[in-house]
C-alpha cells in the first residue's frame, strides 16, 4: 500500500505503508509455532507462561510496530526472549521439590517429547538454535537475528547442536 | 490451547490492551460479527458483509488491537437474542460512534432515536440532521451505518414508502419490518 504527503516545502513524499493486520490475525496463524517453539526452548511445564508472556508483549507493542512485512519473525523474537527470562529467573532460584513431583504424576508425553529434552539438555545457544531452526523453521538469516550473531555463527550452533543430538539419540 | 487462548483474551482486557473485542453471534438472517470496544459497540457486521474486511476495517480506523473475546458481548448478544425474539423494543447498549462524523453521524444519531415498530423517510432524516435537501447524503448515512440493527436504519424508507435499500439486503430489511409489525404479510416492495 501507499501513501503521500506533502514535505513543508511542498515536494511530495511517496511512504510505504504496510498496514498492521488485526491482532488476532497474528494469534490465528502464529499461536502453534510460538507455542512449539517455547515448548522445545523452557519445556512444556514453562511453555504456556512464556506464552502468556509473549503475546502480551506483542501485544503491547503491537500499535507502533513499523513493519509489518515479518510477523511471524517478530513473534519469534519475542518467544525466544521470553524464554531467555525464564531461565535466567530459574538459574537464580532453587527448583523446589514439589515441582519435580507434579511432573513425575502428569500423564504420559507425546511421543517426539523424547527429543525435546534433549534438545532442552543443550547448552543454551545451541538449543536456541536447533528451536528456533526446527520448531520455528525460521531461515539462518533470522535465527542470527534472534540470537543476536552472525548468521555464520548461528549456522554453528544450529550445526553443533545437530550433532550433539545425533548423538544423544542414537 | 484454548485454554490459553481465553487466558491471554482476559489479560488483555485487565490491563486495557484489549481496544477491539470481537465475536460472532447467530441470528434468524445468518451469523452476526459484534464488535465492541471500552466506549461500547464499535460495529455489527450483517451476514452478507465479509468478516475479515471489517476486522481489517477495524485494525485501521479504530486500533490494531482486535482480538476474538466473545465474553465483552455478552451483554450485546443477549440484548440481540431478546430482540430477535420479539422480547426487546430498546436496546440499552453504549456506542462507540467513533467509525462515523460529520453529517452522517447526524443523521445516525436521529435513526437512533426511531422507536420500535415506527418508520420515517430520509428526508426526515435529513432534514433532522440539518440539511433537508441532503436526502441522497441521509440515504448514504443509512448506507455506511457502522451499528445496524441497534441503531435501526431499516426502520428508514423511501417518501413514498418503497423500502429503498439495505446494507444487509432487502429481504433482511424487509425481515426486520415485519418482526416489528411495520409490514403485514405482503410487503409494498
Known amino acids: ?170 | 490451547m484454548k485454554a490459553a487462548l481465553d487466558r491471554l483474551a482476559k489479560r488483555a482486557a485487565e490491563e486495557q490492551l484489549l481496544d477491539v473485542a470481537y465475536t460472532s453471534t447467530d441470528s434468524p438472517f445468518g451469523p452476526l460479527l459484534l464488535a465492541i470496544t471500552p466506549k461500547g459497540l464499535v460495529r455489527v457486521g450483517l451476514p452478507n458483509q465479509d468478516r475479515d474486511e471489517l476486522l481489517v476495517e477495524l485494525a485501521e480506523r479504530v486500533s490494531p488491537r482486535v482480538l476474538e473475546a466473545p465474553a465483552a458481548l455478552d451483554e450485546a448478544r443477549r440484548e440481540l437474542d431478546l430482540y430477535f425474539d420479539g422480547k426487546l423494543d430498546s436496546f440499552d447498549l453504549p456506542i462507540d460512534w467513533s467509525l462515523s462524523d460529520g453529517f452522517r453521524l447526524r443523521v445516525l444519531r436521529q435513526i437512533a432515536r426511531i422507536p420500535y415498530g415506527e418508520t420515517r423517510s430520509y428526508t426526515e432524516m435529513a432534514r433532522g440532521a440539518g440539511n433537508e435537501r441532503a436526502v441522497r447524503a441521509a440515504g448514504t448515512a443509512c448506507g455506511k451505518n457502522p451499528v445496524p440493527l441497534v441503531v435501526p436504519c431499516h426502520r428508514v424508507l423511501r417518501s413514498g414508502g418503497a423500502l429503498g435499500n439495505y446494507g444487509g439486503g432487502a429481504p433482511m430489511k424487509e425481515g426486520l419490518l415485519r418482526l416489528e409489525g411495520v409490514l403485514d404479510e405482503s410487503p409494498r416492495g
Not at chain 1, 519469534?76 to 521470553?82: E, F, G, M, W
Open chain 1, 1 to 170: 500500500m501507499w501513501r503521500i504527503s506533502r514535505s513543508t516545502h511542498g515536494q511530495r513524499l511517496i511512504h510505504v505503508v504496510s498496514a498492521l493486520p488485526p491482532f488476532q490475525v497474528l494469534i490465528d496463524e502464529h499461536a502453534g509455532d510460538v507455542m512449539a517453539v517455547l515448548r522445545g526452548a523452557v519445556g512444556r511445564e514453562g511453555a504456556d507462561d512464556c506464552f502468556q508472556e509473549t503475546f502480551m508483549a506483542a501485544l503491547r507493542a503491537y500499535p507502533s510496530l513499523e513493519d509489518a512485512r515479518n510477523l511471524r519473525g517478530w513473534l519469534i523474537t519475542i518467544a525466544h526472549r521470553k524464554a531467555i527470562d525464564y531461565h535466567r529467573a530459574r538459574g537464580r532460584r532453587p527448583v523446589p521439590v514439589a515441582e519435580v513431583a507434579e511432573v513425575a504424576v502428569e500423564g504420559p508425553e507425546p511421543s517426539d517429547d523424547g527429543i525435546w529434552l534433549a534438545v532442552g539438555a543443550l547448552p543454551p545457544k545451541q538449543r536456541a538454535a536447533v528451536t528456533l531452526r526446527y520448531a520455528a523453521d525460521l531461515p539462518h538469516r533470522e535465527i542470527a537475528d534472534a540470537l543476536g550473531c552472525s548468521p555464520e555463527a548461528a549456522r554453528r550452533s544450529l550445526h553443533e547442536g545437530i550433532k550433539r543430538l545425533r548423538k544423544e539419540l542414537a
